[in-house]
Structures are given as C-alpha cells and as structure tokens.
C-alpha cells in the first residue's frame, strides 16, 4: 500500500473538492456529482458541459463504457466539435468504441490537414518544376530494381512525407531546393514507380546527406540502398564534370 503524506493527502482533498464544486455547477444529483468530480477536471468539464451541452446524467451513465482515457473521450468530443458532428446524437456523443471514435476522428482531422497543406504548397510549384527540369538529367538513375528522380513539385514534397510519415514535407526542404542549397530526389521501385520508397537528400556536388524510407527507418540499406545511392553519387559528379568541360 502506498503511503501518502499529510501534505500529499489534503492536495488530493483539496483537488477533489475544487472538481466537486466545479462539478455542482452542473446537476444537483450527489451520485452523478461525485462520479463527474472522480473523471473529469475543471477544464474538461467545461469542454463537456459549457461548450458541447452535453447532458452530465448521461455523460455519468456512459463514463463506465469508456474504454480510453477521460481526456481521450473529452478530445473525442472537442474533435466532433470542431467537425462540426451532431453531439446532440447520443450515437455521436457516446459511441459504443470510444477510442476507435477518436481514432476515426484523428485520420479525419490528419486528412483534412493534410489536404490544406498540399493546397498551400502548390504556390511553389511552378519554382520547383523549373529546378527540375534543370536538374533532373543529372539527379536521376534508373537501375535494374530502382528509379531515382528529383521531385518535380512542392506538393510532391508534402505527399512524400505524408506517406512516408516523415518530416521532409514540412517546408524545411522546399525551401532548401529554391535555395538551390540540397534537393530531393524519391526513390522508387521500378516496378512501383508512383509509390514512395525511400526520400534522398542530396548536395549539389552529389553528396548524400540523408536518405530514409518510412517512419525514417532504413532497411536493407546496405545490402540494396546504399550501392544504389554510390551509382547515383558517381553519375552527379560525372555529368558534373562533363557539362563543366562542355562549357
């Protein structure tokens, strides 16, 4: 059994009566006063109750069904909120898998998200397309198994580190490539040519600086990746070279 202090018990004292009278302000029923005080904080139950309206009998009478955290379900409802969803549906409001609800709702609100940010990057797509065509003679290889290409837009940024949920679509690297600073080049199977694989980031002088496939994990890197990415190096420095004596 753990042993509490005095001061570590009249905190908890002093807690649960400040979410007791918060609580109080919501139903005068004792039994549904104490089970909202012993779930929820002050701030949720504002969430619950001020801005969702939702009824603290029934949310008293569901808390037992929830099979995730307190703040998972006052998230649930802050996230059908902000969709816009009819919480005065007791099926919206108290769905029978709370934390496969608020999974759903997160792939929604992620979509969404998601679907605004290529939106915004297509500004950049003209800029980037003509570095592509400047460059993609020189920073492109196709191999027995792979294809490696420079990306020929900004919204081909983003949609790279959407599926391959990594940080290259964060803006960091669009810019990079306006800057002519590094770009980056997809690596695909050749057989799979518009699925992502790995995301390369490169220097103009063929340098390598990182290269990852999903989750910013490398498998078979050494085995198949890396021989891959030392022809693609070679060929940059080579053509490099040979345009630098053509001129």
Request: glycine share 2%; aromatic share 10%; hydrophobic share 35%.
């Amino acid at each position: 059994m753990v042993s509490l202090t005095t001061k570590q018990r009249q905190d908890i004292s002093l807690d649960f009566l400040k979410r007791f009278r918060e609580a109080e302000k919501y139903c005068t029923n004792i039994d549904i006063i104490l089970k909202i005080a012993s779930s929820f904080n002050q701030a949720e139950m504002y969430e619950l109750f001020d801005v969702a309206h939702l009824s603290p009998w029934k949310v008293a009478r569901y808390i037992p069904r929830i099979n995730t955290t307190m703040f998972g379900y006052v998230d649930y409802i802050r996230m059908a909120g902000n969709l816009n969803m009819n919480l005065k549906d007791e099926f919206v409001a108290f769905p029978s898998d709370t934390r496969e609800a608020h999974d759903q709702l997160i792939a929604i609100r992620d979509e969404e998200k998601n679907r605004k940010k290529v939106a915004q990057e297509k500004k950049y797509d003209s800029s980037i397309e003509k570095i592509y065509k400047k460059i993609k003679n020189q920073y492109s290889l196709v191999t027995n198994e792979y294809i490696i290409r420079p990306v020929s837009s900004a919204r081909e940024i983003v949609i790279e580190g959407q599926t391959l949920h990594h940080c290259v679509g964060c803006g960091i690297y669009r810019n990079k490539i306006l800057k002519n600073e590094s770009y980056i080049l997809l690596l695909r199977k050749k057989e799979e040519p518009d699925t992502p694989f790995w995301t390369v980031e490169i220097l103009p002088n063929g340098k390598i600086i990182q290269a990852y496939a999903a989750y910013d994990k490398k498998p078979e890197y050494n085995e198949k990746i890396r021989p891959v990415l030392e022809q693609l190096t070679e060929r940059v420095k080579r053509y490099g070279k040979k345009h630098h004596a053509e001129k």
